[in-house]
């Protein structure tokens, strides 16, 4: 009986193997998804100074589902080779790195935020496209202060975005933009290390989860076809929802946009910064945004509330990673984002945008 158990054991391909596969498909993952097109599209908008359309225009007043409708499909149409890319790699984590290898990648503590935030720097994806893979390294026992900082770093960090900026905007926009994803990440770092020092945290899968005996290729598709299962339906509805609402949330053009009172104007920043943090949108298309906002005369101060808030979370992203991190930590990042994109807005007013 012995010698059929043993036979029958699975075995797992050497770990060079395993190390190898992760690597192609990073590499293959990400020079499809994001640095290919990056290398197409940048000259593109060094040439004409411009991202095209904000995604946020050309949606009615009010609410109206066929607005919410063309909202996600331009949405999806421009984030789906990411967001494939990141359940991908996500169920690659999940089934493929021991978790030895992951706390020595990301460290823990400050040293962990530090790298987190550094490997997010070649990633570049959206809020949306980095939460599959901040779920799969939650699951993983991954350091929460390493994981929060490699999530929020990818939209934060991300330097194409810079580069936008720079052939979109005038220069004191880049660095605006560049303070702002610095001050969300460091803040982020700093209450996910509170947090962990003061709150004992729970992985999400115990050390003493049983032993999966299924062949990797199985677990593998197993835990893709799970966190799509998981994630994808609530955010396919949420995106139509929040595109249908995109009228109330931003308002361009109403009154309050134009006041000129300081109460009104820091209350249009205010409800900006938030309805900034509910929206997903595509990365770098905030660059976009504020330009349009520009052109049809809203201040810089409060066009620059969304300049962070909108590419650093949004609702469904927070929605897809609630079961990776502590709910009222999430709701302290949230709070983190909006209080720098109001900061980001009195930066503008200072230097006079």
Not at 221 to 227: E, F, K, Q
Request: hydrophobic share 60%; aromatic share 8%.
């Amino acid at each position: 009986m012995a010698d059929t158990h043993i036979g029958t054991r699975r075995t797992e391909p050497p770990r060079w193997a395993v190390a190898l596969g992760f690597a192609v498909l990073v590499l293959g993952g990400l020079v499809w998804a994001k640095w290919a097109p990056y290398w197409v599209k940048v000259p593109s908008v060094a040439g004409s100074h411009s991202l095209g359309p904000s995604i946020l225009a050309g949606g009615e007043s009010g609410v109206s589902l066929s607005a919410g409708l063309r909202f996600a499909g331009t949405y999806f149409l421009a984030i789906w080779p990411a967001l494939v890319v990141g359940l991908v790699l996500a169920a690659a984590v999940q089934t493929a790195l021991p978790r030895a290898w992951l706390a020595r990648l990301f460290g823990r503590g400050l040293g962990g935020g530090v790298r987190g935030s550094a490997l997010a720097l070649p990633s570049m994806m959206c809020s949306c496209c980095a939460a599959p893979l901040a779920v799969g390294l939650r699951r993983r026992a991954a350091d929460l202060t390493a994981t929060l900082a490699y999530w929020l770093g990818n939209p934060a960090l991300n330097p194409v975005v810079l580069v936008f900026c720079a052939f979109v905007l005038p220069w004191e926009w880049t660095v605006l933009r560049a303070v702002a994803g610095v001050a969300v990440v460091v803040g982020a770092v700093a209450l996910g290390r509170w947090w962990a020092e003061r709150t004992p945290v729970v992985d999400v899968v115990p050390d003493d989860e049983p032993v999966d005996e299924r062949p990797l290729v199985v677990r593998f598709l197993a835990a893709l076809g799970g966190l799509a299962i998981r994630l994808l339906p609530e955010y396919l509805l949420l995106v139509v929802a929040l595109g249908a609402f995109r009228g109330v949330l931003f308002p361009v053009g109403a009154s309050w946009l134009s006041g000129t009172g300081i109460a009104l104007a820091v209350v249009g920043v205010v409800l900006l910064a938030v309805a900034g943090t509910l929206l997903p949108i595509p990365t770098g298309a905030e660059v976009a945004v504020v330009a349009a906002l520009l052109a049809v005369g809203v201040p810089g101060p409060l066009a620059a509330a969304l300049l962070i808030t909108l590419p650093a979370l949004s609702l469904p992203s927070l929605l897809m990673v609630r079961n990776a991190f502590p709910r009222r930590l999430l709701v302290a990042v949230t709070g983190v984002v909006v209080g720098v994109g109001v900061l980001t807005a009195v930066g503008a007013l200072a230097v006079g945008l």
